[in-house]
């Protein structure tokens, strides 16, 4: 049943997402108008797709085979515990968005786990679609890891399916390219990850990118220093420096990216794994070669600003 409402949610949230976007975007996107938008969108909704037909044909029945093992073994932290049904569950959803932010910054931080997770940062026309725009080798290794952490937890998958019920619109939500006013961001933020917190996050400097992890709740960043504010929301410049080129944004390059041998320029961020964690540490992510938080040229700089002045900078 709570599989049946995440195929309900999901989409409708993307759908009402969609057209709030048109109504009240934060940023003015797609300079080619509305068929440059289908055309961004489109080649995301591919990949999301793709992906959802991965893990019900190859991961479904392996998480059902793994649930039952487990089961049958006691192994489980929440199996120990034997606390009521409510409270067991409430954890678990608890320990999986803990495990979602951890495993957030294992891609930012592994140099091979970043060749496959910089597909998704190179979106510089962020909306809504951004949030399903992952490259297959992320979700098959995500998938993976997740094999091991659900015994471990003795997470039931129904509990998989209920944290992933709220798991699809809410990442939906924070990367929408939607004007909230500031006071109604600020509010929801206490609460969630909202488009204010996670723009910075898709920001082009290190600094920024390597921040704001959160997934659902935002109080991981908080806990463990990772939360980045930002005031002058509008000012952030998204995507990567070297996945610019159009060739990148379709979809034989979104499928490639992982292979390209490419540094960040400007900003820090070693992309490729030749060029090894040594190099990347040695580089300090507060002294960037080049700080363009503030560059107003950019399609999401203060001249790229759209009609509708309503974002968490804008009142």
Same mark, same amino acid.
């Given at each position: 049943?709570?599989?049946?409402?995440?195929?309900?949610?999901?989409?409708?949230?993307?759908?009402?997402?969609?057209?709030?976007?048109?109504?009240?975007?934060?940023?003015?996107?797609?300079?080619?108008?509305?068929?440059?938008?289908?055309?961004?969108?489109?080649?995301?909704?591919?990949?999301?797709?793709?992906?959802?037909?991965?893990?019900?044909?190859?991961?479904?029945?392996?998480?059902?085979? &793994?649930?039952?093992?487990?089961?049958?073994?006691?192994?489980?932290?929440?199996?120990?515990?034997?606390?009521?049904?409510?409270?067991?569950?409430?954890? &678990?959803?608890?320990?999986?968005?803990?495990?979602?932010?951890?495993?957030?910054?294992?891609?930012?931080?592994?140099?091979?786990?970043?060749?496959?997770?910089?597909?998704?940062?190179?979106?510089?026309?962020?909306?809504?679609?951004?949030?399903?725009?992952?490259?297959?080798?992320?979700?098959?290794?995500?998938?993976?890891?997740?094999?091991?952490?659900?015994?471990?937890?003795?997470?039931?998958?129904?509990?998989?399916?209920?944290?992933?019920?709220?798991?699809?619109?809410?990442?939906?939500?924070?990367?929408?390219?939607?004007?909230?006013?500031?006071?109604?961001?600020?509010?929801?933020?206490?609460?969630?990850?909202?488009? &204010?917190?996670?723009?910075?996050?898709?920001?082009?400097?290190?600094?920024?990118?390597?921040?704001?992890?959160?997934?659902?709740?935002?109080?991981?960043?908080?806990?463990?220093?990772?939360?980045?504010?930002?005031?002058?929301?509008?000012?952030?410049?998204?995507?990567?420096?070297?996945?610019?080129?159009?060739?990148?944004?379709?979809?034989?390059?979104?499928?490639?990216?992982?292979?390209?041998?490419?540094?960040?320029?400007?900003?820090?961020?070693?992309?490729?794994?030749?060029?090894?964690?040594?190099?990347?540490?040695?580089?300090?992510?507060?002294?960037?070669?080049?700080?363009?938080?503030?560059?107003?040229?950019?399609?999401?700089?203060?001249?790229?600003?759209?009609?509708?002045?309503?974002?968490?900078?804008?009142?």
């Amino acid at each position: 049943m709570i599989a049946e409402y995440k195929l309900i949610l999901a989409p409708s949230a993307l759908a009402l997402l969609w057209v709030a976007e048109g109504l009240v975007p934060f940023y003015s996107q797609f300079r080619g108008g509305f068929r440059d938008r289908l055309r961004h969108d489109g080649r995301n909704l591919s990949f999301g797709l793709a992906n959802a037909a991965l893990g019900a044909v190859i991961f479904a029945g392996l998480f059902l085979m &793994a649930e039952r093992w487990a089961e049958a073994r006691g192994l489980g932290l929440l199996r120990r515990l034997a606390w009521p049904s409510w409270a067991e569950t409430l954890l &678990a959803l608890v320990l999986l968005d803990l495990w979602m932010y951890l495993w957030h910054r294992a891609n930012h931080a592994v140099p091979l786990l970043w060749r496959f997770h910089r597909m998704h940062h190179s979106d510089a026309e962020m909306d809504a679609t951004t949030g399903i725009r992952f490259h297959m080798g992320e979700v098959l290794l995500s998938a993976l890891a997740r094999l091991v952490l659900l015994p471990i937890i003795g997470m039931a998958l129904w509990q998989v399916a209920a944290y992933e019920a709220f798991f699809a619109p809410i990442v939906l939500f924070h990367h929408a390219n939607v004007g909230l006013p500031r006071w109604v961001d600020r509010g929801l933020m206490a609460l969630v990850v909202t488009p &204010a917190m996670h723009r910075v996050h898709h920001s082009r400097w290190r600094p920024e990118t390597d921040s704001n992890y959160g997934s659902v709740l935002p109080w991981w960043d908080r806990m463990f220093r990772t939360f980045r504010p930002r005031d002058d929301a509008r000012t952030i410049r998204l995507g990567l420096d070297e996945f610019d080129a159009p060739e990148w944004q379709g979809l034989r390059g979104m499928l490639e990216t992982p292979l390209a041998a490419a540094r960040r320029a400007g900003t820090g961020r070693n992309s490729a794994l030749d060029t090894g964690t040594k190099e990347r540490r040695a580089r300090s992510p507060r002294s960037p070669l080049v700080d363009n938080r503030h560059d107003p040229t950019g399609p999401q700089g203060a001249l790229g600003a759209g009609l509708f002045d309503q974002g968490p900078d804008g009142g």
